[in-house]
């Protein structure tokens, strides 16, 4: 009676064990296979719309069709960047100004550069009323933008010379035509957006545009930047051809649409050296 | 030893000067609910922005007695108080009317009574940038419909129509004086027009059956509805462009600095300077309406 207590109390022990080695096999299965995922991380200094959701869950779905890919979109530089720190198998996607200053430090390569309308260089213009003094006479007032304070205050840097010590004041509003509208109705002195939102404006509402004129432009620069860490051991080409062939289907199209460009292409050794000079 | 007390009284004066100098101006929030999202979102980006510290009250947050607010706001005394919704402004003015106030997300700002130091951002958007942001989505849009109340919006419909108008767009309009008029109205307007551009009007939003009449007579038409409030999503609107909240909240502290710099505010009170774009993509499939190339790229949230 006390030898066959003492084997069942054996035999359930046992049991226990095996039961909690299965679990801990199975949650070891489930974290690396969570480890085997390659993000694909966002950020763009030039944009400031609230649709990180709608990205992450249209990007997700998408790419779920090609392997265990994870879109991971930023609403912040500082969280990017602390975010992205010393990781390897992994995706970049972000402004040509972003990746001049970090590829080195995160040691980057480009692989793709974005295209929209079949340019893959944009240009920002400065605008104001039609009435506004000019800016060589007087000082910069409120600036409507939809990048990023650094962004903005350091490509006006570029764009006005003379008030490089200037503190710009600048008001961050979602998306270029925001900035285009603030302007154009008061809310801002001045607009910072890109040629390409300032066209497309002109097309819907060109008495708006009329009343308002190109004060400075800036240089030109590449769109939204694919980038590879050094140490990405995955499979390079697969990775890049799968980004580069999203125009090919609607569904990859629509995605693309939604970060503003219409398609990828690689980058020659001109824009390489454009871009990290 | 009179030079040594002069020489000590002039130091005093000269120390308290620059203490007072370096202690900067004195900013209060007050937010008539700290619960509400857009209220909350709006404070906290102002507080972001402004950084300078400020006092913050929460109306919504306990209780209060009207001498305790009138005690706060005197003790305080702020040179500059940000008023999220109308019942902190109302506070605020009746109290401190001779201080700097700047308002956000009050509804219909015109009724309020405005002193010479009052600043606000509006909660509407005006007609011009939707019809915009409507047209940057659906360029083809060529007639919109309106419903309105003559009482109420006849001001409002004519500065639309005229903006449309510099847009290659017509503005469609039923003027209504009751609210049994509009489904009449409503039916005999379907027949010419690209869209309709749901407004708030008392008399056409009297109650929520007629609402979802309205809704359902345009979708048997395959008629999209435009619109300015997120609360439509679910009824089945198209497009919806309202305010982005958190530029509300910078463009409050934007005003804020511009005042307490001593700059002149040519436009006392602004219209908003972001927008909130959400987008019914099933119903623009369903409905075989094409939209603008790069509209995906503006838009916050889609319905799918």
């Given amino acids: 009676m006390t030898d066959n207590s003492h084997q069942k109390r054996r035999f359930i022990a046992l049991i226990s064990t095996i039961a909690l080695l299965l679990i801990g096999l199975a949650l070891f299965c489930v974290i690396s296979a969570g480890s085997g995922r390659i993000k694909i991380y966002f950020y763009s200094s030039e944009t400031n719309i609230n649709n990180f959701k709608s990205l992450k869950m249209e990007f997700d779905r998408y790419l779920s069709k090609f392997g265990p890919y994870e879109f991971q979109p930023f609403s912040a530089r500082d969280v990017f960047e602390k975010q992205v720190k010393d990781k390897e198998n992994c995706l970049f996607i972000l402004s040509s100004w972003h990746y001049r200053h970090i590829h080195k430090e995160y040691s980057l390569t480009p692989a793709l550069t974005g295209v929209r309308n079949g340019k893959k260089y944009q240009r920002k213009i400065l605008l104001a009323d039609e009435k506004a003094p000019d800016i060589e006479t007087t000082k910069p007032g409120l600036i409507a933008s939809a990048g990023s304070l650094q962004y903005t205050t350091s490509v006006l840097k570029r764009m006005l010379k003379k008030y490089a010590e200037h503190a710009f004041r600048v008001l961050t509003v979602p998306k270029d035509i925001d900035a285009l509208l603030a302007a154009g109705h008061g809310m801002a002195k001045l607009a910072f957006a890109s040629r390409y939102a300032f066209d497309e404006l002109k097309g819907i509402n060109p008495r708006l545009c009329r009343k308002m004129k190109v004060l400075a432009e800036g240089e030109e620069t590449l769109l939204l930047i694919v980038a590879l860490p050094q140490g990405f051991t995955a499979n390079r080409k697969k990775m890049v051809d799968m980004i580069k062939n999203m125009p090919l289907t609607p569904d990859g199209k629509k995605r693309i649409r939604m970060l503003g460009l219409d398609g990828w292409q690689e980058l020659d050794a001109s824009d390489r050296s454009r871009l990290e000079s | ?304």
């Fill in chain 2, 1 to 304: 030893m009179k030079v040594f007390k002069l020489i000590c009284f002039i130091g005093l004066v000269f120390l308290l000067s620059v203490l007072s100098a370096d202690e900067g101006p004195k900013i209060m929030v007050i937010n008539s609910n700290a619960a509400v999202d857009k209220y909350k979102i709006a404070q906290e980006e102002f507080t972001k922005t402004i950084s300078t510290p400020v006092v913050e009250i929460d109306l919504g947050g306990k209780k209060w007695k009207i001498g305790e607010i009138e005690d706060l706001l005197y003790d305080e005394y702020p040179d500059l108080v940000y008023c999220i919704g109308t019942k902190a402004y109302l506070l605020a003015n009746k109290f401190i009317s001779d201080r700097n106030i700047v308002f956000s997300s009050v509804i219909n700002w015109r009724r309020l009574s405005l002193s010479q130091k009052t600043y606000g951002v509006s909660n509407e958007l005006n007609p011009e940038m939707q019809i915009t942001l409507y047209r940057y989505i659906f360029p083809g849009l060529k007639r919109i419909g309106v419903l309105y109340s003559g009482k109420y919006n006849k001001h409002w419909f004519e500065e639309a129509q005229k903006a449309a108008k510099e847009m290659g767009v017509e503005i469609i309009g039923r003027s209504l004086s009751k609210r049994r008029d509009t489904l009449p109205e409503l039916k005999e307007l379907l027949k010419e027009i690209d869209a309709l551009w749901l407004i708030s009007d008392p008399v056409v939003m009297s109650d929520k059956k007629s609402l979802i009449e309205v809704f359902k007579q345009c979708d048997i038409k395959k008629i999209p509805i435009l619109s300015y409030h997120n609360a439509f999503a679910e009824y089945g609107a198209m497009v919806i462009v309202s305010v982005d909240n958190p530029t509300t909240g910078r463009q409050a502290a934007a005003i804020s600095r511009e005042v307490l710099g001593g700059d002149v505010v040519k436009k006392k009170v602004q219209l908003p300077a972001g927008s909130h774009i959400i987008l019914n993509l099933k119903k623009a499939n369903e409905y075989g309406l094409k939209y603008g190339e790069m509209a995906l790229s503006v838009v916050n949230r889609f319905i799918e």
